[in-house]
């Protein structure tokens, strides 16, 4: 079992920036994907960003390439999405998900990961 814990969210302006963390309860092997996703109100929740622990892939939603970046500390128990030049289209609720199983192909589909953290809100004001 991994617990996650999502911080950082909060309220920002258009154009401003937030970090949020995710801290794992354990260290998670190289094969764990992490990832972020959103969900906005009436909207279905939708993946974000991914990175795989082994740092050799990391996967970007088309809406925040360029703006989004997803990393993680040297301990491999906590992964950061730094998002820049925020705009109100980014509101939403975000979580971090994590799983050591799934596949590359399914690193953006949320029915393939085990484990979800809480969330945390995001608000970006025009």
């Known amino acids: 079992q991994v617990q996650l814990t999502e911080s950082g969210g909060g309220l920002v302006q258009a154009g401003g920036s937030l970090r949020l963390s995710c801290a794992a309860s354990?260290?998670?092997?190289?094969?764990?994907?992490m990832a972020w996703f959103r969900q906005a109100p009436g909207k279905e929740r939708e993946f974000v960003a991914a990175?795989?622990?082994?740092?050799?892939?990391?996967y970007y939603a088309d809406s925040v390439k360029g703006r989004f970046t997803i990393s993680r500390d040297n301990t491999k128990t906590t992964v950061y999405l730094e998002m820049n030049d925020l705009k109100p289209e980014d509101t939403a609720v975000y979580y971090c998900?994590?799983?050591?199983?799934?596949?590359?192909?399914?690193?953006?589909?949320?029915?393939?990961?085990?484990?979800w953290g809480q969330g945390t809100q995001v608000t970006v004001s025009a």
């Open positions: 998900a994590a799983d050591g199983t799934l596949i590359v192909s399914s690193v953006g589909r949320q029915d393939q990961y085990d484990y």
């Open positions: 354990r260290r998670t092997s190289t094969r764990f994907f």
């Open positions: 990175y795989r622990w082994d740092g050799s892939r990391t």
